[in-house]
């Protein structure tokens, strides 16, 4: 689904019967609860967007406090990522092509990623916050290939310059590479899926949280070869997996107050243990799981969160959340200029200023680039298939 906050919807999906799932408490086979758009599930990735937009300000500004948890968002977006393409991967069953896969991703990924990047970095560059890229720095651009760690004799730095860009290159390869592992093992030893994920999810928290302490710097090379921002994605997309996984496997859904009651309890749990100004990131391990968790149970369309959230709001949000994700920190580094906040005394009246235009640049992306893209891969897909 995601790159960091794209959604990619499955085009349609296997019957409920093949799941095993039924309406909440109601015993009636329901349709596929994955078929389409979510809409919950997009206002809260359009909310942890926006929860990263405003942790970024704080940050670069110290002009108001927000908690450092803020960059959890990142792995909410990777966890949803991973559950909701398992379930595409999982409905194409034998018809699963990992060249076409890689191809869709970076199709999906790469027209938002590179269209906010010609439009900003000559501006950073104009405006010496940044050093001009060489032709090896555009290569890896184009290539989406900030997690791999290549050391070019320039002095341009992808990750001054575009550092939030990582989740884009860890959704692409960590997603080429395991999602194709994932379609061999349904189809040729499906027993060994668990143990697989089990691995995959324990060796990088060992080292993300033993020998780093949190899942922050996300550049930072492990061993000579695995960026830790890879290792981050590879943990969340395979926590997705299996929560994918574990919500097949329920014969019925909750009863619709026992949801309202679970989404709740995750979302109190979620602010209690990461919305704290102390926060020092000892508890960053449980974030997947917990979102997994709460990614679960809107995923069963039902319970007072869900339908709260199920609206026209939820579709906003969910459109501008990839744009948005992508376009905010480029337009934040003009913000932070000492002219600019020489005219713009009141931090707040700074905060309001950057939220509005970082929300139509990111609308204005969404109806101009991101939409017209998806129309046409999904022709083009379309047409392959018939």
């Known amino acids: 689904m995601t790159s960091a906050a794209a959604p990619d919807y499955p085009a349609g999906a296997a019957p409920a019967t093949a799941a095993g799932l039924t309406a909440a408490g109601s015993g009636n086979k329901s349709g596929d609860l994955l078929a389409g758009r979510n809409l919950?599930?997009?206002?809260?990735?359009?909310?942890?967007?926006l929860i990263v937009c405003l942790g970024h300000f704080a940050f670069a500004t110290h002009m108001i406090k927000f908690p450092g948890s803020f960059t959890?968002?990142?792995?909410?977006?990777?966890?949803?990522?991973?559950?909701?393409?398992?379930?595409?991967?999982?409905?194409?069953?034998e018809r699963f092509d990992a060249v076409t896969f890689a191809g869709r991703r970076y199709f999906r990924l790469a027209p938002v990623y590179l269209f906010c990047v010609a439009l900003f970095l000559p501006l950073l560059i104009y405006f010496r916050l940044v050093a001009a890229p060489k032709?090896?720095?555009?290569?890896?651009?184009?290539t989406i290939s900030e997690m791999i760690p290549l050391e070019p004799r320039s002095k341009f730095s992808i990750e001054a310059a575009m550092g939030h860009c990582w989740t884009i290159s860890a959704e692409f390869y960590i997603g080429?590479?395991?999602?194709?592992?994932?379609?061999?093992?349904?189809?040729?030893a499906r027993n060994l899926i668990f143990p697989a994920a089990l691995l995959a999810i324990l060796a990088p928290m060992l080292i993300l949280?033993?020998?780093?302490?949190y899942f922050g710097n996300n550049y930072a090379?492990?061993?000579?070869?695995?960026?830790?921002?890879?290792?981050?994605?590879?943990?969340?997309?395979?926590?997705?997996?299996?929560a994918y996984r574990l919500f097949l496997r329920c014969a019925?859904?909750?009863?619709?107050?026992?949801?309202?009651?679970?989404?709740?309890?995750?979302?109190?749990?979620?602010?209690?243990?990461?919305?704290?100004?102390?926060?020092?990131?000892h508890n960053d391990m449980f974030a997947p799981f917990l979102f997994a968790a709460f990614i679960s149970l809107l995923a069963c369309k039902g319970g007072f969160v869900y339908r709260?959230?199920?609206?026209?709001?939820?579709?906003?949000?969910?459109?501008?959340?990839?744009?948005?994700?992508?376009?905010?920190?480029?337009?934040?580094?003009?913000?932070?200029?000492?002219?600019?906040?020489?005219?713009?005394?009141?931090?707040?009246?700074?905060?309001?200023?950057?939220?509005?235009?970082?929300l139509v640049f990111a609308w204005l992306i969404n109806r101009l680039i991101e939409k017209p893209c998806l129309q046409l891969l999904k022709r083009q897909l379309a047409g392959a298939e018939n």
């Open 252 to 281: 019925r859904l909750p009863a619709e107050a026992a949801l309202s009651l679970m989404q709740a309890g995750c979302l109190i749990f979620c602010c209690a243990l990461y919305a704290t100004f102390h926060y020092h990131r």
């Open 308 to 358: 709260l959230t199920a609206n026209r709001f939820g579709r906003f949000f969910g459109d501008i959340s990839y744009p948005l994700y992508l376009a905010h920190p480029f337009l934040l580094a003009f913000f932070t200029l000492p002219h600019i906040q020489r005219h713009i005394i009141r931090p707040a009246v700074l905060l309001l200023v950057y939220l509005a235009v970082c």
């Open 176 to 188: 080429i590479m395991l999602f194709p592992l994932y379609a061999f093992l349904l189809r040729r």
């Open 209 to 213: 949280n033993n020998v780093y302490g």
């Open 40 to 49: 919950s599930l997009d206002f809260f990735r359009g909310v942890m967007a």
């Open 72 to 93: 959890l968002a990142v792995d909410f977006f990777l966890v949803l990522s991973g559950f909701v393409i398992c379930h595409s991967v999982t409905r194409q069953g």
């Open 135 to 142: 032709f090896f720095d555009i290569a890896r651009i184009v």
């Open 221 to 242: 090379v492990y061993g000579s070869f695995f960026c830790l921002g890879a290792l981050r994605c590879l943990l969340d997309y395979t926590v997705g997996i299996v």
